[in-house]
């Protein structure tokens, strides 16, 4: 099993809403990445873990709220959004330990639009 | 402040010739640099890559090119295909500090 799956595929919620977007592998890798991509913009890096453990959190609000629950899942955890967060969130995995040169492998991404 | 820069937003080629696709990056610290080719609805899938120790890569009909002085790298498809039709983005690290960037894309159209 090569491939990366993000669940679900398009979410629309407000602002006041609770929601999670879930990333599941079966590669064995041991890094999963978050990244959040506006349109006509490239991917940008939001969150990484390693080995379970967050190792980098490039200053994202705290409405966002990661979760590593095991080697193949990975959480995000949405509160309080704003409209400005309607975006592309693209999730990826690698082999290694989540050092930013290794090869990531990504997922289809969940379209999220806040209302 | 784009750190990666794909000044060409698209490109059109006709089959079998050549597509060169030209990445910008402005940090000196980045010492590793990826390829990554993007269809629609899907997410960004792995072309291949190059370490600054390095000038030249080349994995079958896809060579990268850095030039480390002019902070420029370059992805040469030859020959390219209908389905190499996609955006292309660059990306670029750094291990020190753990960067990463994408850069801003180029949707290349391979015509039949």
């Known amino acids: 099993d090569t491939e990366v799956t993000q669940t679900p595929k398009h979410l629309v919620m407000g602002m006041t809403n609770k929601k999670s977007l879930k990333c599941e592998q079966h590669?064995?890798?041991?890094?999963m990445y978050w990244y959040k991509q506006k349109a006509k913009k490239p991917p940008e890096l939001m969150f990484v873990?390693?080995?379970?453990?967050?190792?980098i959190n490039e200053s994202v609000p705290s409405r966002f709220s990661p979760e590593c629950p095991n080697s193949s899942l990975l959480n995000l955890h949405l509160h309080a959004l704003q409209p400005e967060d309607s975006a592309l969130y693209l999730c990826?995995?690698?082999?290694?330990?989540?050092?930013?040169?290794?090869?990531?492998?990504f997922g289809p991404g969940t379209r999220l639009t806040v209302l | 402040d784009q750190q990666v820069k794909q000044n060409s937003p698209s490109l059109s080629v006709q089959e079998g010739r050549i597509s060169i696709l030209n990445c910008d990056y402005t940090?000196?610290?980045?010492?590793?640099f990826l390829w990554y080719k993007k269809y629609p609805a899907e997410g960004p899938t792995f072309l291949i890559s190059?370490?600054?120790?390095?000038d030249k890569n080349e994995d079958g009909r896809f060579t990268v090119f850095l030039n480390k002085s002019a902070k420029h790298l370059s992805l040469h498809i030859v020959p390219s295909q209908p389905g190499d039709s996609a955006v292309y983005f660059c990306?670029?690290?750094?291990?020190?500090?753990?960067?990463?960037?994408f850069g801003t894309g180029t949707s290349l159209t391979v015509i039949p």
């Open positions: 873990y390693s080995y379970e453990k967050l190792s």
């Open positions: 190059i370490s600054s120790i390095k």
């Open positions: 590669m064995g890798h041991r890094a």
């Open positions: 990306a670029a690290s750094a291990l020190a500090g753990n960067q990463f960037y």
């Open positions: 990826a995995s690698s082999q290694g330990q989540g050092k930013v040169t290794d090869t990531q492998y």
């Open positions: 940090n000196s610290m980045f010492d590793y």
